[in-house]
């Protein structure tokens, strides 16, 4: 069905491609190569355990999927992970705060396949100070991984090359349990996490979800962020495995054939950001229950743990074979979204001292396949 769809999008356009020349080229249009990191992690026999933890760590979910993380490991027996400044995300993210998130999922990972090992990590975050309002060129975090055959292994890590942001529609028939969704809320560490799966309030959260969407894609600085991150199809992705991802022959055969303009997924008075709205709002109308973090305040250390608490909801939602997909747009802290930001806090009944962190649609999802990353080598500072 997709392929047809796609074949007479072609032709109204003018375009036409023979049967078979377009099948045997659809074939060879999955970026495969993005996703080898996943599958090579822990296998490179790499004798120094922190390039082995490493090579689970970059598989860590992150905002746009920017993948900031820089690794030194100059000093034996130490990594110091730093933020690729070029990596931040100005307009969606002004603060870094989405982006010290996406470092603390890192941490965890780290921390998981460390142990695997037989390594426990001493981890000290910021050691040389938190830097405000933005991250900066100091250390946000020193890791010293300590030979220790005593310590926990956790079962949580079995999941890391199966967990996934699954960003496709759910099945609106299966609901989800309160027995999964607390099992799921259980696996956090350090801050209370909030969910609910009634339909009512759900069905509420979906709306003011898709109505944040709706306001970051409107605001063209914001729109601008992440449509110049967007890799579409296998050579871009391929290059870049950061970023947006559209893989796939539809994707590309549109691009090719000029229907999918950049520009014009900035212009809210066009047809293509119709339609791309409205692809976007099936995901929300699929929300089957929710998910959300809270800290007490908003420090840096305290996004670290969040992040940290985060990737740990996500693996335990994979065991159970429950998808997870952050909405992070009412969460944004530009102006135009101040709105939607102090409307969803208000829904969830967060205190205005308390800082909502993440926050998530979850369900039952088709499988599908890992995102892009860069191999681990290339995260890699000194050594």
């Keep these: 069905m997709t392929n047809r769809r796609v074949f007479l999008t072609l032709f109204g356009g003018g375009v036409v491609l023979a049967a078979t020349s377009a099948t045997l080229w659809a074939t060879t249009r999955d970026p495969a190569g993005a996703r080898r990191p996943w599958e090579t992690a822990g296998q490179g026999g790499e004798a120094d355990p922190r390039r082995r933890a ?12 920017r993948q900031p993380w820089v690794a030194d490991l100059s000093v034996p ?12 995300l100005p307009h969606t993210d002004p603060f870094d705060r989405q982006i010290t998130i996406g470092l603390g999922c890192f941490l965890e990972l780290l921390a998981l396949a460390a142990a695997e090992d037989g390594y426990r990590t001493d981890i000290a975050v910021f050691p040389d100070g938190a830097p405000q309002p933005r991250l900066d060129g100091r250390p946000v975090a020193r890791v010293r991984f300590i030979r220790d055959e005593a310590v926990a292994r956790d079962p949580l890590f079995a999941a890391v090359l199966d967990r996934r942001s699954n960003k496709e529609a759910y099945d609106t028939t299966r609901p989800v349990a309160t027995e999964s969704l607390a099992a799921i809320a259980a696996a ?4 209370p996490v909030a969910f609910t799966n009634d339909p009512a309030r759900v069905a509420a959260l979906r709306g003011q979800a898709f109505d944040a969407l709706r306001t970051e894609m409107t605001t063209y600085a914001t729109a601008k962020e992440s449509v110049d991150l967007l890799r579409i199809g296998k050579r871009e992705i391929e290059a870049n495995p950061d970023g947006i991802d559209l893989p796939g022959p539809v994707f590309e055969a549109l691009q090719l054939a000029g229907m999918m303009p950049r520009d014009a997924m900035l212009d809210t008075t066009s047809d293509v950001f119709a339609q791309q709205l409205a692809a976007m709002k099936v995901p929300f109308d699929t929300a089957m229950a929710f998910v959300w973090t809270i800290t007490p305040g908003n420090s840096r250390a305290e996004q670290i743990e969040a992040g940290r608490d985060w990737v740990r909801l996500n693996l335990a939602a994979t065991r159970l074979g429950v998808a997870m997909h952050p909405f992070s747009q ?36 088709p499988s599908v396949k890992a995102g892009p990353r860069w191999p681990y080598e290339t995260r890699i500072r000194a050594a």
Excluded at 77 to 88: A, G, I, K, S
Excluded at 188 to 191: D, E, G, K, N, T
């Design 54 to 65: 490493l090579s689970f760590a970059v598989l860590a979910p992150n905002p746009h999927n």
């Design 77 to 88: 027996e130490v990594l110091t992970l730093f933020c690729d400044p070029d990596r931040r």
């Design 188 to 191: 956090a560490r350090v801050h």
């Design 330 to 365: 009412a969460l944004q802290e530009f102006a135009e979204m101040r709105p939607h930001f102090d409307g969803l806090r208000q829904a969830l009944g967060i205190p205005p001292e308390h800082t909502l962190q993440m926050f998530a649609r979850l369900g039952y999802g």
